[in-house]
């Protein structure tokens, strides 16, 4: 296929523009970088949550960079126009209404449609509340798990936790507000008694870390008149205690054999699992139909 010399010079003068992938404050507006100033101002465009969100920070500021929404529910098609975009020349600064994009939030669409694109992807690093609640709650630091938000069910987040009861680093998590006494009595039920800290509000006016078990810090919150803000919560490594890795058949057999009925055997086992009766019972009757099981 011939080249034109046209199509030619058009390859050697188009070079693609840079996404950046800029952090915003959680609360306090201090908490923005220079860089992350300097790179909004000077972006052709700024992808963000929500613009009129966006526009509070940039009025701050004293920035009029012109804004496009790219959220979940359009990071699909807006991924693929915003790449055109930067290999169009233009560079564009993604931000997401608080914190880093991408961690709970959009962004992993555009960044991987523009690596793919050959697009250079900048990160301009600042406030994630994840890390901001680590390095105050006094928990270990030196190994951590986030793992974003829990399930809004119980049965989902029991089942979650379950899966995490054998971690040995903390954990972080987002909650929201209307779900965190749910989620703490869970973390209580599958987890059992071990240190829990709440932080609440960060960087904000009423900034606050509560810490204790699931059990205690759910009663400080249940006191109050009412439950607001942002919350993160963290659990630690349980103190020594090794968490009971007998199997579920096992351990109920165990019961029995020290006289427990067979149902307060299974109910024992389910508390101290996190598990519903129903579920240990199914598991069990599972087990003795298979074949060359023992019975029971
Ligand atoms: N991308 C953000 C980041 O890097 O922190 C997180 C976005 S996620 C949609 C929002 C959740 O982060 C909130 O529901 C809350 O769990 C947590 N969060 C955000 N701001 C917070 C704050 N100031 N204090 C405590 N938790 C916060």
Redo the contacts with the bound molecule.
Sequence with gaps: MSVSPFQLTFHRTTVFGTLYII?SP??NLEDITLRAVRLLRDSTLIACEDTRHTRKLLDHLGISTPMVSYHEYNEAARASELVAKLEHGDNIALV??????????PGFRLVTAAIAAGIRVVPVPG????L??LAGSGLATDSFRFCG?LPPKSTQRRKTLEQLRRETCTLIF???PHRVLDALEDVEAVLGSRPVVV??????VH?EFLRGTAATVRAELVARPSIR????VLIGKADGAEPDDTPIDAAVRALEGQGVTRMDAIKQVARTRGMSKREVYDFMTRLASEPGSRGS
């Design positions: 952090a959680i609360g997401s209404d608080a914190g880093t994009p991408l961690i709970s939030d406030p994630s509340a994840a901001a609640a938000f987002y909650e929201a932080a609440r509000e960060l960087t904000k900034e803000g942002e919350f993160t």
